[in-house]
C-alpha cells in the first residue's frame, strides 16, 4: 500500500475548513479531513459542523456531551492528514519523523471482526438477520442504550438488509 503523505497545518488554515465541502477537525494536536464521514456520523453532521476548523480534543472525552469510544478514535484515525504547527509553515511540507517521511502506515488500522450474532443478540438491540428498518422504526431503546449499541460497530462479510424481501 503506497503511503500517504501527511502535512503540516496552522491553526489557522484548519480553521478554515468548517464547512460541509471542507471540513477539518484538530484532535491532539492532529488535523483529521471528516468532510466524508459527516453524514455518516452518528450524531449528525450538523454536530461535526458545529465543531469544524477546531479542536475536538475535550469535548470528545466530555462525559455531560458524548464520552466516544476506541472505535470512534480508529476511525478518526484513518481520517489524519496532517499535524498541527503553532509557526507558520507552508502546507506542502511533508512531516519527517526519526525515519524519514511520515505515512499511513504509522497510523493505527481499524480491521473489523466479524459479528457472532447470537452473542450480539444477548444485548437485544438488533437482530442483523432481520431487515433492520423496521426493527429500529419500532424500537424502544433508551438514548443511553442507543449510544452505547452504536459506537460498538458490528461487522459482517455480507450487507445487512434494511427492508423486507419484497
Known amino acids: 500500500m503506497p503511503g500517504r503523505i501527511l502535512f503540516r497545518y496552522t491553526r489557522e488554515e484548519v480553521a478554515k475548513h468548517n464547512t460541509r465541502k471542507k471540513l477539518w477537525v484538530i484532535h491532539n494536536n492532529k488535523v483529521y479531513d471528516l468532510t ?18 477546531r479542536d475536538v480534543t475535550k469535548i470528545m472525552t466530555d462525559p455531560a ?24 509553515v507552508v502546507s506542502n ?12 502506515r504509522t497510523v493505527d488500522k481499524f480491521h473489523p471482526e466479524t459479528t457472532d450474532i447470537k452473542s450480539d443478540l444477548n444485548e437485544k438491540f438488533l437482530n442483523l438477520n432481520k431487515p433492520l428498518f423496521a426493527q429500529m422504526f419500532n424500537c424502544n431503546f433508551s438514548k443511553e442504550f442507543y449510544l452505547k449499541q452504536i459506537h460498538q460497530p458490528r461487522h459482517l462479510p455480507y450487507s445487512a438488509r434494511l427492508f423486507a424481501k419484497g
Open 93 to 104: 511540507t511533508q512531516i519527517k519523523n526519526a525515519d524519514g517521511i511520515f505515512d499511513e
Open 36 to 53: 466524508e464521514f459527516a453524514l455518516d456520523h452518528p450524531g449528525g453532521a450538523d454536530v461535526l459542523l458545529e465543531w469544524g476548523g
Open 65 to 88: 456531551s458524548h464520552e466516544h469510544t476506541k472505535s470512534a478514535y480508529e476511525l478518526l484515525a484513518d481520517s489524519c492528514i496532517g499535524e498541527v504547527v503553532d509557526n507558520a
